[in-house]
Each structure stands twice: as C-alpha cells, then as structure tokens.
C-alpha cells in the first residue's frame, strides 16, 4: 500500500516534462483538504478529462471522503465497473457492442483485450489489483436515475418541505432557495418566468414563503391546493383576486396537475428521499459514493432535479460545523447551460452559493466541461485549483486564459500569460496543467490510470443490470442507545365512535396538534392523549458533559384504576411551542373521566418528573480514541460520522505536523547530497587532471633521458622529482575521489533512513486515524430531579383522517 493512501494526499499521476515529451517517475500528489477550495477540470473530448475526474473520485474514496457525482452524460457510471481480480468474464458484460463490430470481433476476444490492457495500465502506474479491492472496501457506490427506474430511483416529495432553521434564520439563502426552486417547478412545466415580473412566480414564492413560515410542509399536491385556494388574501399591497385571479390561478393549477397527473411523473415519488444525510453515508455510517445519472432526462427535468439537488446540498451543509478539512465532495460533469455567464438558469444560484460558503464547512465542488467558453468565469473565482487539459481552439484557450487571470487577480497572485499560453499550448492527451493557488507556479503532469473500467455511457439495460448486482443500502438511522424508544409509526386505530368537542373546566389546559398539509383532504377526528414536555439535564464532571435535552411524549389517558402509565409514552415529533390552540374539525372521540378532573394534572406532573428520573436514562456512545462523546440525538450512524470527520481533521493536523518536522530535515539532506555530489564530480575531474598530467610529465622525462639527446643532468633529476611528486597528488586526488563517493553514499543512506523514518510514521499515523471499526463505549447518564424542568403536562388533541375504509390515518 502506497504510504501517502491514507495521509489525506490524492495519487493522480506523474510529473510530465512538455519540452522532452516524457513523463517522470515523480508522483503528483494532491492534498484532500485543498478542494475545500473547489476545482475545475476543463478539457476537450479525448484529452482524459473524464478520467482524471474519475480519478478524483476514487482517491476521495480511498480516503474515506464522501461524494455526490451529477452525471448529465451517462457515463459516470463507470465508477461501478471495479473488477479486482480483472478477469475476462467481469469485462464482457460491460464492453461497447459498437467497439466490438468496429473492431470486427466478439465479445468475449475483446473483453479479453480490455482485461489485459487494464492490467498493463494499472501495473506502468504502480497500482496493484489488491489496490481496486481496497478502494471497494473504502466506499459503496449507488447509481440512482431521478424520473426513472432504470437505477435506483429517488423521490422528491419532500423536496418542497421546510427547510432546516439555518435555511430559515438566513434571509438571503432563504430567498434564493425559494426563488430557484420556484424558477425550476415553472421551467418544468414549460414556464420561464421572470421571478420579479410573474404572477406565477411571484405567487408561488409566496405560497412557499407562507407555508414554511408556518413549520408546514408542502408537496407538489399541496401546492396545486394552494394555488386554487390560497392562504393569502393580498399579494404586496394588492388584492389577491386584483394580482391574480381565481380562473388564472385555475390555469396554472391545471399546468402543475397535468405535470403531477402525468404517468411519467410517478416515478419522481419512488424511492429513496433526497435526504443528504442519509445519501452520503449508509446506515453503518461507511461513506458513499452517489451517482445521480440524468442523461435520460430532458433539458427542463435536468434543470428542475439539479436545482433541487444543490438547494438540499445547501440546507445540509448548513446544518455542519465548520471545519478545514474536505467532509464531503459535490461533482457535475458537465456544467455547460447551469453556469452561463449571462444568463440565470434556476441552479446557477445555489451553485454560486455553493462556491462563495461551501469552503467553510468542508464541502469541495469539483466542476468540469469541455466548453470553457460559455462560463460564467466571475462566478469561478472562488475556484482555487484548475485542471486544464487540451483544448479544440485558441478562443477556448484565451478563455482559460483570462479565467486564470480572474482568479489570480482576486487572490492577488501573480500570473505570466505568455509562459501560460505556451504550457497550454503544448498540452496533449491526459497530460493536464494544473494551478493551485496553495502551491507555487504551475504543475505538468500525465493522469493515472483510472482504477475503474472507463467504457463510456452506460445502456438502460446495463443500468438496470449494474444496479441488481450492487443495491445500495437504503438510509436508515441505527436508534440511540436509549431506555425510551419511540415506537416505529405512528398508531393507526380503527373506527372509534365520535362526537362534539367534550366540554372541560377552563383550568384543564388543552391543545391541538397541527393537522399536517392543512385542515382539507377529508374529516377529521380528533383522539386525547396525555402530553408532557420537559427540558432535562444531564451531567457528568469526570467526563465534562452538561447536555440538556427537550423531551415531548404523550401516553394515553385510559378510562380505568390507572389512568395514566408514563411507561408506555410515545415521542411527539412536534415541539410544545407549536400546538395549537384551536381545533381545525369539530369531531372528537371520548374522553376518560379522569382527564376532566383539574387536580390529576398536578399529579401526573409529579409522575412525569419521577418517570424522567427513573426511567429516562440518557445512553450516549464514547469513542476511546478521540474522547468524544454522541450527541442526545445523535444516532450511531451519525457519531460514525462526526468521528470520521474528526478523525480526518486530526490526521491532517497531524500529517501536516509530519511534513513540518521532516521538511527542514529533508531540505538539509538534499543540500548535504547536492554539495556532496558537486564535490565528487570536482575531486572527479581535478584527479582526472593531476593523472593526465603525470603521465605527459613521466612519459616526456623518460622519453629525454631514453632518446640520450642529453646527458642526465640535474634538470632532468629536478623533472624526475616533479614527476614523482604528481604521481603523488594524483595518487592524493585518487583517495579524494573516494572519499567524496563515499559522502554521497553516506548522505544517500541517510536520506533513505530518513524516508524510511517518515514511511513508518505515515503508517502509524494512518492506523492511529481509523475509527470506522473502534468499539465504542457507552455511558449511562441520568437526571437528578432539580435538573428536570417540566414546560408543560396538558391534554393533547391528535388529529386523524379517515380513508375510504373507514380506517383512521394520523393527520399530524
């Protein structure tokens, strides 16, 4: 295993020296932490863009980073397609029939030939078969297609729901998400509406704003009600019917109805809620890779799904803390027409939101093309690392050009234009140029090979096959630790009798649980329950934890001995604050004696507060590692995941501390082996000097006194000596030579103990960081009575409907 796997650093490829038109052996290492700047990869067909972005992907996969990939092409998919034991039979389910009948072959000779080339790719790149086996491991990956189910469908029912509180509390992204969601619904229909001009925008943005202000959601039915029958009487400071009226708002009621009417549109339903959390890691908290493939959608519906996707990206990442390493990855393959530099499609404004906040919290958004002309390159300045690959024409390269500019400019950097349009100019397939301003200048290199089988756009059916062999694990939160578990649904009695409204001392305090989607849809009927609410304490001053929790349950309050058993409480998923103190129907079942009696509240206070002590013990998980402890609502798959992220904002510390230590070091043993190399090379040629020179003074002596032209004299005694002297210094340089060989190796070995040091260190450091599989520990803490403040003990109207069966559904 390649010792920087699991430090935090991307393999993706090698130096490349454009001059000489070779690649080195040098490694092009990638730090995770700088996509939290975000990047952009641009290239044309056939110069391996899709590849070096497959290559992000499966490094951030490695590294236990999780991703959202928009694939509008169809051929992300590829990412599925890992066979670690790379034999024939894997491949040839997956070739492309078109290659086959080009190539005048079958199947099963070219999926041989695949296998064998992707063994030869994956060996000149140093990545050994056990290396896919790993990047399995490391991930799951899920292919869904939105509107179809060929993959595996997801459902935006809930794509019109309140959005979370740091949506709600935040005025400007409130807006924005109001209005993109707005302009996508419209632009589904075949509406482009101008959001200041439209009645249906304007209208719709209303009813949205209206109904999330209110804590309800909305679906797309909802909406359609809401257009017919607005809660609103005046739009601005104009009368609704004057603004817009009742026979219009019919029309675009009928607009959306065809559209939720349209057998096409079941589909959109099925499946998996886009919930963000849940996608993004499975419910053993192991992290996912998420293909969203919409090649099969039209203009419109990839527009409305990508607009929805960014707005719950949005909400999500909101509700994250802060951190500077990469938590999660935002991919789009292609981003030509969601990011004109005029226009204003519905995604461009999550996706600027995107690129102007998403740093903060460790979220890197990795966008590419192969039109670098038509893009908005002011909204690509928060971009802080370009991938450029070979271009198609000079104006695509004037673009690049003055994009890079644009981004150096507002990080105040330096950019030389000529040496920059010479790089570009001399960019051939898979070798890309690559500008991040954490780094100096600008790197060349060649891409590796990809680990994934790179066989382009996947077919329905191969989808569809792709899809039965690797089911994604459907979201789904392992429960807390906790002695009080709410039941799994809600209770659906049967027919119960019914009558008006039970008439009660005013000192019985009563309330009315909201009636979800409004009081419409059917009769309601309202069933008593018993509600406490309370805000309780947990301590411990061994581990420091103050942790206080709001407790809201309702129990039954039976005709009998016992009226009230706290023990056989059940949560309310809605806060005290937000009862009601009206009932929105007049029918009302029966009502134990008990519940009329004003001095039983008093008591089951008492009860309630007993029951909190003895009963609701606060079960908590601890990781021994990282001396953290869960959240009270914070499930195990949840607390995976927060350690996960601190883990690896630890390791980056840590393996950035390594760096600091070993730099200085580093830096000294290569100017030691610079010196040392100079020197030998010198002693090289002074020794190769003196001994040339001894042999022309030796050879001239011996020559005068063989040839006898002169008698031996005492010059040629003197040249004798002379010449045994340089026969010394020559002998004197010979040592020197190996003296100063034997420094370089000396420095050589030390160089290598000090890589050996720092590969034994990032190993450590690598197992130190792996919480995935750590055992946790659990702490039980409970409540002392003075920590438990009780809100409220009060009767609690819950509101159902009845279906055509007679049954009742919960309408809360």
């Not at 990412?79 to 070739?95: G, I, M, Q």
């Not at 959001?195 to 209206?210: F, G, T």
């Not at 005492?714 to 030579?737: I, P, Y």
Request: neutral net charge; charged residues 25%.
């Amino acid at each position: 295993m390649h010792s920087y796997e699991k430090l935090g650093v991307f393999y993706l490829g090698r130096r490349h020296d454009l001059d000489a038109r070779q690649t080195s052996a040098d490694l092009l290492l990638y730090e995770s932490k700088h996509l939290v700047t975000h990047g952009l990869v641009v290239g044309m067909t056939g110069s391996g863009k899709t590849g070096l972005c497959v290559d992000l992907i499966e490094e951030a996969a490695m590294d236990g980073i999780p991703a959202l990939v928009i694939d509008p092409k169809g051929d992300l998919g590829n990412l599925l397609l890992t066979f670690p034991e790379l034999r024939p039979e894997d491949f040839e389910p997956w070739v492309n029939d078109d290659e086959v009948a080009r190539r005048g072959t079958d199947r099963a000779t070219y999926a041989a030939e695949q296998a064998e080339r992707w063994r030869r790719g994956l060996a000149a790149w140093d990545q050994p078969p056990d290396r896919i086996q790993r990047l399995r491991e490391a991930a799951e990956f899920a292919l869904y297609t939105p509107g179809s189910n060929a993959g595996l469908p997801v459902s935006i029912l809930k794509s019109f729901a309140v959005p979370p509180d740091e949506v709600m509390e935040d005025a400007e992204l409130l807006r924005d998400r109001v209005a993109s969601t707005v302009a996508s619904l419209l632009g589904l229909v075949g509406l482009n509406a101008d959001p200041v001009r439209s009645r249906e925008s304007i209208l719709l943005a209303n009813l949205l704003q209206h109904s999330w202000a209110a804590g309800r959601d909305l679906d797309l039915a909802g909406l359609i009600q809401a257009v017919q029958t607005p809660p609103l009487q005046r739009i601005g400071v104009l009368d609704l019917e004057g603004f817009y009226p009742a026979k219009d708002r019919f029309d675009l009621a009928m607009q959306l109805n065809n559209l939720l009417a349209s057998p096409a549109f079941a589909t959109w339903g099925q499946g998996e809620p886009l919930d963000i959390g849940q996608l993004l890691y499975n419910p053993a908290g192991k992290p996912r890779i998420v293909i969203f493939s919409i090649a099969h959608l039209g203009d419109a519906e990839r527009m409305f799904f990508v607009t929805l996707l960014l707005n719950q990206v949005l909400a999500w990442m909101r509700s994250q803390s802060g951190t500077g390493s990469l938590r999660a990855l935002v991919y789009m393959d292609e981003i030509f027409g969601y990011f004109p530099p005029v226009a204003n499609p519905p995604a461009k404004q999550p996706l600027l939101t995107l690129l102007k906040q998403a740093r903060a919290y460790g979220v890197g958004v990795v966008l590419a093309t192969q039109n670098p002309v038509d893009l908005d390159y002011k909204g690509l300045a928060n971009i802080g690392t370009w991938f450029i690959g070979r271009l198609q024409t000079d104006r695509d390269k004037a673009r690049i050009i003055e994009g890079l500019e644009g981004a150096a400019a507002g990080r105040g950097l330096p950019l030389d234009r000529a040496a920059l349009d010479r790089l570009l100019s001399g960019l051939g397939n898979r070798v890309f140029l690559l500008h991040n301003v954490h780094a100096d200048g600008f790197e060349i290199f060649e891409s590796r090979w990809a680990m994934s089988y790179l066989r382009g756009p996947l077919s329905r059916a191969q989808i569809k096959l792709l899809t039965a062999r690797t089911p994604a694990s459907a979201p789904a939160a392992v429960a807390p630790p906790s002695a009080a578990t709410a039941p799994a649904s809600k209770p659906t009695p049967g027919p119960a009798a019914s009558g008006g409204r039970p008439v009660l001392p005013p000192e019985v305090p009563q309330f009315f649980v909201p009636v979800r989607g409004g009081a419409g849809g059917g009769t309601l009927f309202y069933q008593p329950r018993l509600l406490g609410s309370a805000q309780v304490r947990y301590t411990d001053a061994k581990l420091r934890l103050n942790l206080t929790t709001e407790v809201t349950v309702m129990t039954e309050i039976a005709d009998s001995a016992i009226p009230v058993d706290w023990a056989a409480a059940e949560e309310l998923a809605v806060a005290a604050s937000e009862l009601e103190k009206t009932p929105a129907g007049q029918d009302f079942a029966p009502l134990a004696p008990a519940a009329s009696q004003v001095k039983n509240y008093g008591a089951w206070s008492r009860d309630f507060v007993a029951w909190l002590q003895n009963e609701r013990s606060l079960k908590l998980w601890r990781s021994p590692s990282l001396k953290l402890v869960s959240n009270p609502d914070e499930d195990e798959r949840a607390f995976r995941v927060r350690l996960q992220q601190a883990a690896r904002e630890e390791r980056d510390a840590a393996a950035e501390k390594l760096r600091q230590k070993y730099a200085p070091k580093l830096a000294a043993l290569q100017e030691r082996l610079r010196r040392a190399e100079a020197a030998r090379e010198r002693e090289a040629q002074q020794a190769s000097r003196a001994k040339m020179n001894t042999m022309i003074s030796l050879g001239s002596t011996l020559l005068g006194a063989f040839l006898g032209r002169k008698a031996i004299s005492t010059s040629t005694v003197g040249r004798a000596a002379t010449t045994m002297r340089n026969v010394g210094r020559a002998a004197e340089q010979a040592a020197d030579v190996n003296r100063a060989a034997e420094t370089v190796e000396a420095v050589e070995k030390q160089l290598r103990d000090l890589e050996a040091q720092f590969a034994a260190e990032t190993e450590a450091l690598a197992a130190v960081f792996d919480p995935s599989a750590e055992v946790l520990e659990t702490i039980e803490l409970r409540a002392s009575r003075t920590n438990i403040n009780v809100r409220l003990v009060a009767l609690v109207w819950l509101p159902f409907r009845r279906d055509p069966s007679g049954r009742l559904q919960p309408a809360y």
